[in-house]
Nanobody, 124 residues
Framework: QVQVVESGGRLVQAGGTLRLSCVVS????????MGWFRQAPGSEREFVAA????????RYADSVKGRFTVSRDNVKNTAYLQMNNLKSEDTAVYYC?????????????????WGQGTQVTVSS
């Protein structure tokens, strides 16, 4: 079984900073792409950021460019999402996802493995 576990979500004030972590373990030898998605109440799950194996290829949603940074540590099989200058609109459950091979990085159905989510709440 492949396990995906996110952590780091909490309540923060607008303008604050959080770093989320995602650890992938189990019977998967190669994690080509690790992605971050989020889902607010009553909304569809939306793409936030993703990173490839080398760490040089990244994608970001327009709403988080310049504020969020995705990175990964392949030795630890861990992805990170550094979130700066948080806004109330960033409030959501954040999910980490993993896939051995992905053609389209920004759609949820591209990822077969998902974590349970971690709540990020940004107060005004």
């Amino acid at each position: 079984q492949v396990q995906v576990v996110e952590s780091g979500g909490r309540l923060v004030q607008a303008g604050g900073t959080l770093r989320l972590s995602c650890v992938v373990s189990g019977h998967i030898s190669f994690t080509a792409v690790m992605g971050w998605f989020r889902q607010a109440p009553g909304s569809e799950r939306e793409f936030v950021a993703a990173i490839g194996w080398s760490g040089t290829g990244t994608r970001y949603a327009d709403s988080v460019k310049g504020r969020f940074t995705v990175s990964r540590d392949n030795v630890k099989n861990t992805a990170y999402l550094q979130m700066n200058n948080l806004k109330s609109e960033d409030t959501a459950v954040y999910y980490c996802a993993s896939s051995p091979k992905i053609t389209n990085w920004v759609i949820p159905r591209s990822y077969p493995y998902w974590g349970q989510g971690t709540q990020v709440t940004v107060s005004s």
